[in-house]
């Protein structure tokens, strides 16, 4: 398979992926991003470096079918092409705290689905309370009946992003689980806790690519995601 060509244009590459600090928020109020001092030049060291200690699950991150399966796909399993996305579409969710969405959330906004769309990102404006405890306590959820749901309707969804810490809410765990292995069982990524407030109104997303790091076995990775907007 060949690499897509990048678009050109008069639109502008933007960020979808937080950047990773000290304040990261962790599902369940976990541990989140530890940077220790390795070398400082301020200290005499030739150089600056510091250490990272993080989940593989924090930040703006993928999860990959290997986090709900033993013997599913991990992040290295994929060829670079498969990281990059040129059919996204974003749907704007009207979803309350601790809600859980499902197929009646987003059924109306997809009244004329588009057979290409290989990357559905789905924005429920949670993100504006990620400095905030609510961020993790009171997330919206999504159901597991999205996944077959959006899968007949959208052939060639190979993953979905979100802007909550995760596709599972504190008050739907058991839900949350479903709606994983729904998704990663079907081999549609999940791609969380993304920036996708960046993404102007009334924008049209021409391409979208997310690197993840490449851990071996790694069932999910923190991923640096871009897109390009007009």
Same mark, same amino acid.
């Given at each position: 398979?060949?690499?897509?060509?990048?678009?050109?244009?008069?639109?502008?590459?933007?960020?979808?992926?937080?950047?990773?600090?000290?304040?990261?928020?962790?599902?369940?109020?976990?541990?989140?991003?530890?940077?220790?001092?390795?070398?400082?030049?301020?200290?005499?060291?030739?150089?600056?470096?510091?250490?990272?200690? @993080?989940?593989?699950?924090?930040?703006?991150?993928?999860?990959?079918?290997?986090?709900?399966?033993?013997?599913?796909?991990?992040?290295?399993?994929?060829?670079?092409?498969?990281?990059?996305?040129?059919?996204?579409?974003?749907?704007?969710?009207?979803?309350?705290?601790?809600?859980?969405?499902?197929?009646?959330?987003?059924?109306? @906004?997809?009244?004329?689905?588009?057979?290409?769309?290989?990357?559905?990102?789905?924005?429920?404006?949670?993100?504006?309370?990620?400095?905030?405890?609510?961020?993790?306590?009171?997330? *919206?959820?999504?159901?597991?009946?999205?996944?077959?749901?959006?899968?007949?309707?959208?052939?060639?969804?190979?993953?979905?992003?979100?802007?909550?810490?995760?596709?599972?809410?504190?008050?739907?765990?058991?839900?949350?689980?479903?709606?994983?292995?729904?998704?990663?069982?079907?081999?549609?990524?999940?791609?969380?806790?993304?920036? @996708?407030?960046?993404?102007? *109104?009334?924008?049209?997303?021409?391409?979208?690519?997310?690197?993840?790091?490449?851990?071996?076995?790694?069932?999910?990775?923190?991923?640096?995601?871009?897109?390009?907007?007009?």
């Amino acid at each position: 398979m060949n690499l897509p060509d990048l678009p050109a244009g008069t639109g502008r590459w933007i960020w979808l992926s937080h950047v990773l600090a000290a304040n990261t928020p962790a599902y369940g109020g976990g541990a989140g991003l530890s940077i220790g001092v390795e070398k400082s030049m301020a200290h005499g060291d030739s150089c600056n470096a510091v250490h990272l200690a @993080l989940s593989n699950h924090l930040g703006s991150h993928v999860d990959a079918p290997r986090h709900f399966f033993i013997d599913g796909r991990d992040v290295t399993d994929y060829p670079p092409e498969r990281w990059m996305f040129r059919h996204p579409l974003l749907l704007d969710l009207r979803a309350d705290a601790g809600e859980l969405v499902s197929v009646a959330h987003v059924k109306p @906004l997809c009244a004329e689905p588009a057979a290409n769309t290989d990357l559905l990102l789905l924005r429920t404006g949670m993100e504006r309370f990620r400095t905030e405890e609510a961020y993790w306590r009171e997330s *919206p959820g999504f159901s597991a009946d999205l996944a077959p749901w959006l899968l007949d309707r959208f052939p060639l969804l190979a993953a979905i992003g979100l802007d909550t810490l995760s596709i599972s809410s504190l008050r739907h765990r058991d839900e949350g689980r479903l709606a994983h292995r729904a998704f990663l069982g079907r081999d549609v990524r999940i791609f969380e806790d993304l920036a @996708l407030g960046a993404i102007s *109104p009334g924008a049209s997303l021409e391409s979208v690519i997310a690197l993840p790091l490449r851990i071996a076995d790694g069932d999910g990775a923190p991923c640096s995601v871009i897109a390009y907007a007009k």
